[in-house]
């Protein structure tokens, strides 16, 4: 049984996709990143900054399979469960939350939800995300925009002043009862409106927890195009970045 400081900590890595967008025959989680696949990147990383936490890993069908022979080739994996995601991303947070909440610890738990492709997130970045999330506030990782942007609604084009607008990253932190709920709630809402991530649900669904943002990394980047494995190669090499 856990029993440490971190024991409360409950990181979700999600990659049941297809990785479609990326091409190819070998789903983008899975290929190789100076000698180990992006999702072993990805998710082992929260054992070793925290390592009481429980990991727990979502997989297609035909993603564990994959993910089962790696395991069984490489002894120093770390430990974790795995759990078969649905027909979509949030079928999947779903399924790894319902599984989360058998565990003894839960009803007190940190959830940090992460993107299987995303390979370089940080000791530091994580080690923050948490401390802002131990009051019970979600977390999320931001970055500010650079380039000018555009509002765009039917035939209309508007633009939106920088300083208001963030983009977000993984891994995002939650209470885990409360995300629970509010997933429950999207889950059997007969009209549920579009959601982009985790934190999309919470906002519709528990409006009332504080959200504090954390200053992303431009290195924490998923990989979804052929070129971004390269900019990871690149980063790995410039961990000043």
Not at 27 to 44: D, I, M
């Amino acid at each position: 049984m856990v029993k440490g400081a971190d024991s409360n900590i409950i990181a979700i890595v999600v990659a049941a996709g297809s990785g479609s967008r990326f091409g190819g025959d070998v789903p983008k989680q899975f290929l190789e990143l100076r000698g180990k696949p992006v999702l072993a990147r990805s998710a082992f990383i929260f054992r070793e900054v925290f390592p009481d936490c429980r990991l727990i890993i979502v997989l297609s069908a035909d993603g564990r399979e994959r993910w089962q022979k790696y395991c069984a080739a490489h002894p120093e994996v770390p430990e974790h469960a795995v759990v078969e995601g649905g027909d979509t991303r949030h079928d999947s947070v779903m399924r790894a939350l319902r599984h989360a909440s058998a565990l003894p610890a839960f009803g007190g738990s940190t959830v940090m939800i992460h993107d299987g492709a995303r390979p370089l997130i940080d000791a530091d970045t994580l080690r923050e995300l948490a401390g802002a999330a131990a009051d019970g506030s979600n977390a999320v990782p931001a970055l500010e925009i650079t380039d000018s942007v555009l509002y765009l609604r039917d035939e209309c084009i508007a633009s939106m002043p920088r300083n208001m607008v963030r983009t977000v990253q993984t891994p995002q932190v939650f209470r885990g009862v409360s995300l629970l709920e509010a997933f429950e709630r999207y889950h059997n809402d007969p009209k549920p409106l579009p959601v982009t991530d985790d934190l999309s649900v919470m906002m519709r669904y528990s409006p009332d927890i504080h959200t504090t943002l954390v200053p992303g990394k431009r290195r924490n980047i998923k990989i979804t195009n052929p070129g971004d494995l390269a900019l990871a190669e690149f980063y790995l090499d410039r961990p000043d970045l």
